[in-house]
């Protein structure tokens, strides 16, 4: 089945720098590829998703780039704010077949310090 | 404001109770999920039903029973649990089961079994 690493597993910046949050895959059939951000004692919600068939795609201050070569894809987040404080999971899945099944990363805790 | 709408928000039970968690969504999603998520750890897929067909069970023991009385609704009837079933469980839905559709999560029903 697929295999999901991800790092670093936690993250700490200064308020205004940049975060990058990296995910690699093992199964080379896997085409979808979302990452969710939870807040502490909350639901989990999806920020951005690229599909295979894309290399980065951008939204404001949030990017996700993908080498389905590597099979590594990774979060950008630019000028970072204390909101941006949560839990960010990546997932990968292959809706390949009838069966859908999203495997996620162990995530990583990202503290942006005012 | 979530889309997903999980009913209890907590739910303390012994270990010789019968509970059941709900969850209903009115967007017209044909896929509907149970997640288990322990404390620092990414969600865990425990069923999916696809057009109120059960299509994956994770090997999930018995004592966890699932139903889907309509499109709009799901359910996981409790019996028997352990402590260790303690956790937040959640409850998600896709527009489909494939074609890579993001998951919508509800806010959760966090399970303390005494």
């Known amino acids: 089945g697929e295999n999901v690493e991800q790092h670093p597993s936690t993250l700490s910046v200064q308020e205004g720098d940049s975060a990058v949050i990296k995910c690699t895959y093992s199964d080379s059939a896997s085409n979808y590829f979302p990452w969710y951000k939870q807040e502490l004692g909350k639901r989990p919600q999806l920020i951005i998703d690229i599909r295979s068939n894309v290399g980065e795609k951008k939204d404001q201050r949030i990017a996700v780039t993908l080498n389905k070569t590597a099979k590594h894809f990774s979060l950008h987040i630019t000028e970072t704010q204390p909101e941006d404080s949560a839990v960010y999971f990546c997932?990968?899945?292959?809706?390949?077949?009838?069966?859908?099944?999203?495997?996620f990363g162990k995530g990583t805790l990202l503290t942006v310090n005012p | 404001d979530t889309e997903v709408t999980q009913t209890p928000k907590h739910l303390v039970m012994g270990m010789t109770n019968k509970k059941s968690l709900k969850c209903e969504q009115h967007?017209?999603?044909?896929?509907m999920y149970w997640y288990k998520q322990k404390a620092k750890k990414p969600p865990e897929l425990m069923f999916v039903y696809s057009y109120e067909k059960l299509s994956i069970n994770e090997s999930v023991p018995s004592r966890f029973s699932p139903e889907c009385p309509n499109s709009s609704l799901l359910n996981l009837h409790l019996h028997a649990l352990q402590p260790e079933d303690s956790a937040l469980y959640l409850c998600?839905?896709?527009?489909?089961?494939?074609?890579?559709?993001?998951?919508?999560f509800g806010n959760g029903t966090r399970l303390t079994v005494t």
């Open positions: 967007m017209g999603h044909r896929a």
């Open positions: 997932a990968a899945s292959n809706s390949g077949g009838s069966n859908y099944k999203l495997t």
């Open positions: 998600a839905s896709s527009p489909k089961e494939s074609n890579n559709s993001p998951l919508h």
